[in-house]
């Protein structure tokens, strides 16, 4: 049973940080590109990092490059999050995705808010 399992939302501060982990079970992790995607109220679900099975390789939303992270550790089957920076408008649910020719899997979603 494929299961991603997100963690370490929360409310911050302007200016603060998080970091958002994504525990993965139940398909090959290290063979999947992940992405970190995020929802707003009343926004569609956008795409915000993407990074390699290997991890050699990332990609960032223009919104969020320099600072925000993704990494991963494939010996853990995890994936994170860092975010620096905080803005406001970085609040929204925030998702892991798995994918690998067809297999396309989410998590549940883990909420951020930046308010002061």
């Known amino acids: 049973q494929v299961q991603l399992v997100e963690s370490g939302g929360g409310l911050v501060q302007p200016g603060g940080s998080l970091r958002l982990s994504c525990a993965a079970s139940?398909?090959?992790?290290?063979?999947?590109?992940m992405y970190w995607f995020r929802q707003a109220p009343g926004n569609e679900r956008e795409l915000v990092a993407s990074?390699?099975?290997?991890?050699?390789?990332?990609d960032y939303a223009d919104s969020v490059k320099g600072r925000f992270t993704i990494s991963r550790d494939n010996a853990k089957n995890t994936l994170y999050l860092q975010m620096n920076s905080l803005k406001p408008e970085d609040t929204a649910v925030y998702y892991c995705?798995?994918?690998?020719?067809?297999?396309?899997?989410w998590g549940q979603g883990t909420p951020v808010t930046v308010s002061s």
């Open positions: 990074i390699s099975p290997s991890g050699d390789s990332t």
């Open positions: 995705n798995a994918r690998r020719f067809r297999m396309n899997y």
């Open positions: 139940g398909f090959t992790f290290n063979s999947a590109t």
